[in-house]
């Protein structure tokens, strides 16, 4: 099982864990949503819980509570700029059978 940061992802979660000392990491996760089905959920891990597995990128924690997890193996993270408005945290989930048109939710 594996999740992957790439450098602008790292990057960009570090940014964000300084803002939030006492964060232990960046958690990620699926929720039911949208016209696909699922949608990803990324907040701060302020705790880990047994029901957690984490893994450790570069010295950056990623919390997934173990019912996101078959969703999320083999997944990369990554950080993009589109322009000089827009920018967010890119998933490429080889899971994912399908997108809906406006970009927000997934199928598995």
Same mark, same amino acid.
């Given at each position: 099982?594996? +999740?992957?940061? #790439? ?9 964000? %864990?300084?803002?939030? &000392?006492? =964060?232990? *990491?960046?958690?990620? /996760? +699926? ?5 696909? *089905? $699922? @949608?990803?959920?990324?907040?701060? @891990?302020?705790? +880990?819980? *047994?029901?957690?597995?984490? $893994?450790?990128?570069? *010295? ?5 509570? !173990?019912?996101? %997890? =078959?969703?999320?193996?083999?997944? #990369? ?7 000089? %408005?827009? =920018? /967010? %945290?890119?998933?490429?989930? &080889?899971?994912? !059978?399908? #997108?809906? /048109? ?5 199928? $598995?």
């Amino acid at each position: 099982m594996s +999740i992957r940061l #790439t450098e602008n992802a790292l990057q960009h979660v570090r940014d964000m %864990l300084q803002k939030r &000392p006492d =964060a232990k *990491g960046l958690r990620l /996760g +699926i929720r039911k949503s949208g016209c696909s *089905g $699922f @949608a990803y959920v990324v907040d701060y @891990a302020d705790e +880990i819980t *047994g029901q957690d597995e984490v $893994f450790e990128s570069d *010295g950056v924690k990623v919390v997934v509570d !173990r019912d996101s %997890l =078959a969703y999320l193996d083999g997944t #990369t993270v990554d950080y993009v700029r589109t322009n000089a %408005l827009n =920018a /967010g %945290l890119e998933f490429h989930n &080889p899971n994912v !059978r399908n #997108t809906c /048109g406006c970009g927000e939710s997934v199928s $598995f």
